[in-house]
């Protein structure tokens, strides 16, 4: 069981590019969060979603962020227009359920803005 | 808004020592309370879940409390050891407010050999 992957491990973007953060829930999990983590700051939660769905985007700032969950493939983090306000670690978690009891966490993307 | 705590924000130790970490939350109408810990570069490994009805859960030498009523959780460490070094991350998931889980800042832990 390969746990929840995340890639890639490090991404560098310039001002401006788009950035795309993946990740593969554990088998058998149908339900995907993220979360980031800023420099010196607690983790924040973005988004909730299952399969083509999107739960909960409470924390997802409104404009330049998108998340999705196809019916196949990886959970995508989508950032657009990246500002070097974007550099922090990224973190997706998967559960078999609603219920966070089964929180799994991947080791996370790290994506620096220069 | 549930905002969490923890204090100390950094701790140094010498391995053997017992040691208490601790979490304090604003909101009592919570869920649950989950322990993680995550290593430099790493990601998150949970340590222990404590649901709102319960007082507390041990895994080995981790013993974790929670006092809803006073908005506290303590994760004691026995017998610390080198290997225990690591950043310690209390997450309160709210009743009333969806799935996120609020995380404190963390404990950063160094047990000195």
């Known amino acids: 069981n390969a746990g929840v992957m995340q890639n890639p491990r490090h991404l560098v973007r310039r001002r401006g590019q788009e950035a795309r953060l993946r990740c593969s829930p554990m088998k058998g999990h149908s339900h995907v969060y993220w979360y980031r983590q800023l420099p010196e700051e607690g983790l924040k939660f973005m988004v909730y979603?299952?399969?083509?769905?999107?739960?909960?985007e409470s924390g997802m700032p409104k404009e330049r962020f998108s998340a999705e969950f196809p019916k196949e493939g990886p959970s995508i983090l989508r950032i657009q227009q990246v500002v070097r306000g974007d550099s922090a670690a990224y973190f997706c978690?998967?559960?078999?359920?609603?219920?966070?009891?089964?929180?799994?966490f991947g080791s996370g993307t790290r994506l620096t803005v220069v | 808004k549930q905002e969490v705590t923890q204090i100390p924000a950094a701790l140094s130790v010498p391995e053997g020592e017992n040691l208490v970490l601790n979490c304090s939350f604003t909101d009592s109408a919570i869920y649950n309370l989950q322990w993680f810990r995550q290593d430099p570069g790493k990601g998150l490994t949970s340590l222990l879940l404590i649901q709102s009805s319960q007082r507390e859960q041990t895994s080995g030498r981790l013993n974790a409390s929670l006092d809803k009523s006073s908005g506290r959780s303590t994760l004691y460490i026995a017998a610390s050891q080198p290997g225990d070094s690591a950043t310690y991350l209390c997450a309160v998931r709210n009743s009333n407010s969806g799935y996120a889980l609020n995380f404190g800042k963390g404990t950063s832990l160094l047990v000195t050999p």
């Open positions: 978690a998967s559960s078999p359920g609603r219920d966070v009891y089964g929180y799994t």
């Open positions: 979603l299952q399969k083509e769905n999107i739960i909960d």
